[in-house]
């Protein structure tokens, strides 16, 4: 079965510091792949995706995202975080079964201290 | 440049009275997804609608539950009975479909209901 694993549920980080958020999925072909960030009280909002071509994608706010076939992985990265990167953050694996339809990891909460 | 549409924002319902959530898709969409979000917990897929169509309920509960995505409107997601454990945030994504857009999905605000 397809699915979506964050290892990570939270992690916490100096202001400053480099971040990285890891993503692993279970899907037989090459699937989308999404990174959405929520902050309290909010709706998702797209953060960077992954369908083909150049494995190394770029996204808002600073972060990127490297996809690793070999090792089924889409982690996502900032080289420096700052206080208002604090959210939730989802990665997402978009389904072509029949119909369309994105599944999503469980999130990873991300803390930054001063 | 309106994104999606969900209302209410917020909700509050005494067990066994009715919730409807509505959602207006982004313009040019007409791809319509719902997902719930328990506390502490992640997005679980509910349900995929184009117009007048259901494509995907297999996120659904088998009761009480039901949504439509009619030829004018927007999208309802009506919750019968409701229980405590229906309290839950809801969004609504939308999508066009195009092979551009690689089926990028874009999530309204959110529609939070509390039962009491």
Redesign the interface.
Known sequence: AQSVTQPDIHITVSEGASLELRCNYSYGATP?L?W?VQSP??????LL?Y?SGDTLVQGIKGFEAEFKRSQSSFNLRKPSVHWSDAAEY?CAV?L?T??????????TRLFVKA | NAG?MQNPRHLVRRRGQEARLRCSPMKGHS?V?W?RQLPE?????MV?LQKENI??ESGMPKERFSAEFPKEGPSILRIQQVVRGDSAAY?C?S?S?KQDS?????????S?LTVV
């Open positions: 989308y999404f959405y009280g909010q709706g998702l909002q797209l995706k369908f989802f978009g072509n029949g119909g369309f339809k994105t599944i999503f990891g469980a999130g | 999606v791809h997804y997902y917990e992640g997005l679980k897929f995929y494509i995907d969004f994504a999508s479909r690689g089926n990028t999905i874009y999530f309204g605000e959110g939070w």
